[in-house]
Nanobody, 124 residues
Framework: QLQLVESGGGLVQPGGSLRLACAGS????????IGWFRQVPGKEREGVSC????????NYGESVKGRFTVSRDSAKNTVYLQMSSLKPEDTAIYYC?????????????????WGQGTQVTVSS
């Protein structure tokens, strides 16, 4: 059974940093494009970042460019999202998702497998 498990969320002050992890279970993440998304209640799920199978290509949503970095650790079968200079508007549930292929990879409908999400709260 293919599963993704996010971890690393929590409460952080504005300007702080967090690193989210997305671990794969039952499959090898290197065979999949991985995306990160976030959602606030009452709003659509927003594409945050994505990373190619080999890790060479990455893409970011406009609201996080220059602040967030996505990376892979093949040995740990894990993808990370390093978040810095966090703002209150970054508060959301963060999800990782996997797909074997896609075109518009910051859109949720391109992805087949989803994790359960981890809460990130940015507040003083």
């Amino acid at each position: 059974q293919l599963q993704l498990v996010e971890s690393g969320g929590g409460l952080v002050q504005p300007g702080g940093s967090l690193r989210l992890a997305c671990a794969g279970s039952g499959f090898t993440l290197d065979e999949y494009i991985i995306g990160w998304f976030r959602q606030v209640p009452g709003k659509e799920r927003e594409g945050v970042s994505c990373i190619s199978k080999d890790g060479d290509l990455t893409n970011y949503g406009e609201s996080v460019k220059g602040r967030f970095t996505v990376s892979r650790d093949s040995a740990k079968n894990t993808v990370y999202l390093q978040m810095s200079s966090l703002k209150p508007e970054d508060t959301a549930i963060y999800y990782c998702a996997a797909t074997r292929w896609g075109y518009q990879l910051l859109l949720p409908h391109e992805y087949d497998v989803w994790g359960q999400g981890t809460q990130v709260t940015v507040s003083s």
